[in-house]
């Protein structure tokens, strides 16, 4: 219903249109003009929705807690997110709520419809915060939405506030100064290009990567193989007879020019068959002799 619900909904777009400029600005300003319903009609409509899902009242339902999802985004513009991205999700946490409302539970719909709204804006500014998703655990969430609400200013916890900030929202202190380092630190590119202005393209952890040839020994052991493989290569050559050693020189060991069978066949007055059998035999007996 969720995504039937949504195509019924008028976008955020359309809303915003209908004032002076389409922008958040006139988005915001249309939503708070809906009038808020009173707990008879938001009954009704939630009971015509789970009886008959009706989407009309599933739409009158969305269409007037949307003023509250944009108060409740507006607490998450700390996070350096887009406030239009905020509160569509937001919207989105919303028409779940609506979805799952039951009315006969005796509450309103907005108590139940908010952490349904916080659990979307939630999920969205962990996606998108860090390169790298910071909280991965329900204990680590916790502490990156509550940690920056705790902190007084920019500075360091001490001790005494970090095990004041762990009893209150029951972690380790080790899980809160793990967290606070978390939130101190900024992505910094892998791989940054050369020519840029950033201080930090100096530091990116692709300059401390050791180089795939930086090893003296591993150096030293490939040269001394491909001597070796070369040295045993020319003795393997010498020991064919002399036309398949013109053969195989001229077929595999020119830089260009490579010689065809028919060519090869025209020149020793044979087939291009029998050019063919002579290489093949010639590249069996190499082979064994590299082995």
Do not use: C
């Amino acid at each position: 219903m969720t995504s039937a619900l949504a195509s019924a909904l008028p976008t955020p777009t359309a809303l915003a249109l209908r004032g002076p400029v389409g922008s958040l600005d006139a988005y915001i300003d249309a939503v708070s003009r809906i009038p808020v319903q009173s707990r008879e009609d938001e009954f009704a409509l939630a009971q015509r929705l789970r009886e008959s899902g009706d989407l009309d009242a599933a739409r009158e339902l969305v269409l007037s807690h949307l003023r509250f999802v944009v108060h409740i985004a507006r607490g998450y513009t700390g996070y350096g997110l887009p406030m239009g991205d905020l509160v569509q999700e937001g919207n989105v946490g919303l028409m779940k709520a609506v979805k799952r409302f039951d009315p006969s539970m005796g509450v309103r719909l907005v108590s139940f419809a908010v952490h349904w709204i916080r659990a979307e804006i939630h999920e969205y500014v962990l996606r998108n915060w860090r390169l790298v998703k910071v909280a991965t655990t329900k204990a680590q969430r916790k502490l990156f939405f509550n940690l920056r609400k705790a902190k007084k200013g920019l500075s360091w916890l001490t001790a005494e506030e970090t095990a004041a900030v762990a009893r209150d929202l029951g972690v380790t202190p080790a899980e809160v100064t793990q967290m606070e380092q978390r939130l101190s630190a900024r992505d910094v590119s892998f791989d940054p290009v050369p020519d840029q202005d950033d201080d930090d393209s100096s530091y990116s952890p692709a300059a401390y990567l050791p180089a795939p040839d930086s090893d003296p020994a591993i150096a030293v052991e490939n040269e001394e193989w491909e001597d070796a493989s070369s040295a045993r290569l020319r003795h393997a050559i010498a020991t064919l007879d002399p036309r398949s050693r013109a053969i195989v020189e001229r077929r595999w060991l020119v830089d260009d020019g490579k010689a065809t069978l028919h060519e090869l066949a025209a020149e020793f007055a044979v087939s291009a068959e029998r050019i063919r059998q002579i290489e093949t035999a010639a590249l069996k007996k190499l082979r064994m002799a590299m082995v």
